[in-house]
């Protein structure tokens, strides 16, 4: 099952074993520019507000209602990554607009090792993008549907979905007895009218800049995973400029620009795990046009506040120290 | 057990100890007349106003939810919750009547799947 506390997605399955748990948050991070150049890891800057679909059902789409799940909000052009918490194993599949992040196929709800179309936590600490190459990811970033830019337009050609589709699969109890016991390496990682035009609302996730960040090779094969239970959330995308009219509350504020995360100090990161290895990305996804690319390619203003820079105040993190890159500053 | 004798039953235990908790000194700092609190602990009268027995309840260190129980209330603040959803709240608390405490505190709110 899954619940929603504290702006975070806590999935527990008491029914595989008592400490099967695990929590993901959506985080707040710079829009690294979108430029070719390969950047370290952005901060986290505090999590997105999240919110039941059904607490909002006669301001939202009627798709929305038919998904259930989750809303939260993002700018056009905002960047998030994903927060992955807990030392029980998952596998966990991610999807934008469902199109998976880690193979560029369409979604489904089925484990495939051929190829690995998940991650593996707590080995995978966080996910910032699609993944486009081994040890290369391209940057989710928020833009509305129907303008081309997402994943999911340049893949299928239609602009449907939106949002970001998750789902989990514990460890088998047996397996994670076994593993726990076994290794201290992999112990020590951690229906009424709609009253508003919500036209232009519905937001998806585009590639945006690329980033250094591997996406392991599960190091436990596909028979671990408990297949016989999983859970399911479908989180929407709310453009910023209608978040209050739907749930009264305000946004968070914009994120910074690049020059202002730099010349504030907040760092970057990066993230080593010697012992694990990486998956190669998908090809599919390296074929797909980042924003910047698209907005050339559509003869469009340029990407705004897309500098390049020289990321400042670099710092090299590994395995166990995962939390830091969450930045309070 | 009676509100009445509940609230003079909880009240003397604390005077054992602290003279503070006598009538007319907790009838005095929750506002009424001590011989009006003598007569809602011999239940000679009704029980007091929501309010009057949230201040007892913080007098006394009592959960005023079950102190309003006691006296056949409902605080106002739940029933504008039930107000929003009566429909929804009488299934609920019709469907956990029978429930052990354990397994109610366990009961959560899910994120509802849908079909997508």
Redesign the interface.
């Known amino acids: 099952m899954i619940e929603l506390l504290h702006d975070t997605l806590n999935f527990d399955f008491p029914e595989v074993h008592e400490e099967a748990s695990c929590r993901i948050d959506f985080q707040r991070t710079l829009r690294i520019p979108d430029d070719n150049k390969e950047y370290p890891l952005p901060a986290g800057l505090g999590r997105f507000p999240v919110r039941h679909v059904d607490d909002y059902a006669n301001k939202i789409p009627e798709e929305w209602k038919q998904h259930g799940g989750v809303l939260m909000p993002m700018y056009q052009s905002e960047a998030l990554w994903l927060n992955f918490s807990g030392d029980y194993p998952f596998a966990l599949k991610i999807a934008a607009g469902k199109i998976n992040a880690v193979t560029g196929e369409g979604w489904k709800n089925a484990l495939s090792d051929e190829p690995q179309d998940y991650v593996v936590i707590p080995e995978q600490p966080w996910l910032d993008g699609f993944a486009v190459g081994k040890g290369r990811i391209r940057q989710f970033v928020a833009m509305p549907l129907g303008e081309e830019y997402t994943a999911e337009e340049q893949i299928t050609g239609d602009a449907i979905h939106g949002g970001i589709q998750i789902i989990a699969y514990p460890m088998k109890a047996e397996a994670y007895e076994k593993y726990c016991l076994r290794s201290s390496t992999l112990n020590k990682m951690t229906n009424e009218i709609c009253y508003y035009d919500m036209d232009g609302c519905a937001m998806g996730l585009a590639p945006g800049g690329l980033m250094c960040q591997e996406i392991y090779d599960d190091p436990y094969g596909m028979d671990v995973w408990d297949r016989a239970h999983s859970a399911r959330c479908f989180i929407h995308i709310v453009n910023s400029t209608h978040y209050k009219k739907v749930t009264d509350e305000f946004p968070p504020h914009r994120p910074p620009t690049i020059s202002d995360y730099q010349q504030a100090g907040i760092p970057w990161f990066e993230y080593y795990a010697d012992e694990l290895s990486a998956i190669e990305g998908s090809k599919k996804l390296a074929g797909l046009d980042s924003i910047a690319a698209m907005k050339i390619k559509k003869g469009e203003a340029p990407l705004a506040d897309n500098e390049s820079v020289i990321p400042a105040n670099l710092k090299t993190i590994s395995v166990g120290a995962r939390k830091v890159k969450e930045w309070n500053g | 057990m009676l509100f009445g004798n509940y609230i003079r039953e909880r009240r003397e235990k604390r005077k054992k100890s602290d003279p503070r908790y006598s009538l007319r000194q907790v009838a005095s700092r929750i506002g009424v007349e001590p011989a009006y609190l003598s007569k809602v602990e011999r239940g000679d009268v009704a029980p007091p106003s929501e309010a009057k027995i949230i201040a007892l309840a913080t007098e006394l260190d009592e959960d005023p939810d079950v102190l309003l129980a006691l006296a056949g209330k409902v605080s106002s603040e739940l029933q504008d919750v039930i107000r929003q959803r009566p429909e929804l709240f009488a299934q609920l608390i019709r469907e956990l009547k029978e429930l052990p405490d354990h397994a109610i505190l366990r009961v959560?709110?899910?994120?509802?799947?849908?079909?997508?």
């Open positions: 959560v709110r899910e994120i509802r799947d849908g079909d997508w």
